[in-house]
């Protein structure tokens, strides 16, 4: 479990120090991803850092990303690993920092060796008043 959590917090690592081609390693070549952006579902290939380098240059500089209460689970070549994350960043052009605390599931396989990223699903709560607000002030 060791190796998975390295694979899961250098990503955050690379993320933050604005490494794409270092966060992209530890994906497979093709990944599964449900993230917080639209659409509702992609596939993206891993091997192209284009759509995450366009992304951070949304920001003044890469967001830091942190992962809290990681628990994985193993059982052969698959893994999985859930998380409470933050990301924080100050959007470009504007001084106003925040923080986005949200929901991360981590499908990982073993291939040749190495623990890859094959499935990722990045969520936020929403209110259940009828508004149906994107509940982001929230905190672990």
């Known amino acids: 479990m060791r190796e998975i959590q390295e694979v899961i917090e250098g990503r955050a690592a690379k993320l933050s120090a604005g490494d794409v081609r270092g966060f992209l390693a530890y994906s497979a070549p093709e990944v599964v991803l449900y993230s917080l952006a639209p659409p509702l579902a992609e596939r993206a290939d891993s091997t192209d850092p284009t759509p995450t380098?366009?992304?951070?240059?949304?920001?003044?500089?890469?967001?830091?990303?942190?992962?809290?209460?990681?628990?994985?689970?193993?059982?052969?070549?698959?893994a999985f690993?859930?998380?409470?994350?933050?990301?924080?960043?100050?959007?470009?052009?504007?001084?106003?920092?925040?923080?986005?605390?949200?929901?991360?599931?981590?499908g990982l396989r073993r291939i040749d060796g190495r623990w890859l990223v094959v499935h990722?699903?990045?969520?936020?709560?929403?209110?259940?008043?009828?508004?149906?607000?994107?509940?982001?002030?929230?905190?672990?």
């Open 53 to 78: 380098e366009q992304w951070l240059a949304t920001f003044e500089a890469p967001p830091r990303r942190e992962v809290t209460q990681l628990e994985i689970a193993v059982d052969g070549d698959v």
């Open 81 to 106: 690993a859930t998380s409470l994350d933050s990301m924080s960043a100050t959007p470009k052009g504007t001084t106003d920092a925040f923080t986005l605390w949200y929901r991360v599931t981590l």
């Open 120 to 140: 990722e699903h990045e969520s936020v709560p929403f209110r259940m008043d009828g508004s149906f607000a994107a509940a982001i002030d929230l905190t672990p």
